[in-house]
């Protein structure tokens, strides 16, 4: 049976839903970015099964059901590899402007009022 083959782009690495950082390209990650072009899934985000092969000379990654062509790399993705390769400490990721800071609540909570906690 043939896979089926699809672009995916802006694409990182990445070991499992819950993102603790980037991974190498290699067998055993998984791939996270932009699909387009599958038969099956609409255009959109995608989370990959776990990757089998990867042809970097062709840009081309195997998973259980699909062949991906890699399009163009995320940002922070390509910023973190280079880094990796150079033997440099990861760059720090930029939070998005509308995640909150998390060390600050995000209302205030009223302070008790004095007369409120006296009984006459």
Known sequence: ???LSAKIENWSVVDNLIFNGFRELEPGQRLTGYLMGHTDLPNGVIY???IRSVDKANGLVETGNTLYHLGQMNESYQLWSSAQRQGLPAPQLRVPAFVPDSRRPVT???SPSL???RHS
């Open 48 to 50: 990959t099964s776990v």
């Open 108 to 110: 205030g909570y009223p």
């Open 1 to 3: 049976m043939e896979k």
């Open 115 to 117: 007369q409120a906690l």
